[in-house]
């Protein structure tokens, strides 16, 4: 079930990093590559949030674990700025290059939160980071 709640996350998140770069793009005017930064920080922060709590379970989320999350999705986010900007760059839709590069970033991000951030910790129980965000 886990699983299956990350990638409606995932997926639900391709609209809402879309909606962002239209926004950016066609309604603000600014460039792709501005707008591909932009977007990409408010859509790791939101599903960071929304990863936390609808799909791991945690009743808080930590400065601790949304480090890890930036540090983690580091290697996805490289892949889809540098896809989304070089498709664009050959004449693509933005669109379309978004969707392109963030179906090849998917595998590094499912690998890094699956396997390190919210990974099941066998034997004692894992006590949660008292710093929780406000």
């Known amino acids: 079930m886990t699983m299956l709640k990350w990638w409606i996350v995932g997926i639900s998140f391709i609209a809402v ?3 962002l ?3 950016f793009i066609d309604i603000l005017g600014l460039t792709v590559f501005v707008s591909t930064l932009i977007a990409t920080e408010i859509g790791t922060v939101m599903r960071f949030l929304v990863n936390d709590r609808w799909v791991f379970g945690h009743r ?3 400065w601790g ?3 890890q999350y930036h540090v983690a999705t580091a290697g ?3 892949i889809w700025l540098s896809m989304t900007n070089l498709i664009t760059w050959w004449g693509i839709h933005y669109a379309i ?3 392109v590069a963030m179906a090849c970033s998917v595998f590094v991000s499912m690998l890094t939160n699956f396997l390190w951030i ?3 910790k066998h034997g004692a129980a894992v006590a949660e ?3 929780s965000l406000p």
């Open 60 to 62: 808080t989320p930590t």
């Open 118 to 120: 919210w990974r099941h």
């Open 21 to 23: 770069l239209y926004l």
């Open 97 to 99: 290059a978004s969707v």
């Open 65 to 67: 674990r949304l480090w």
């Open 129 to 131: 980071n008292p710093q």
């Open 17 to 19: 990093n879309l909606v």
């Open 76 to 78: 996805g986010i490289v």
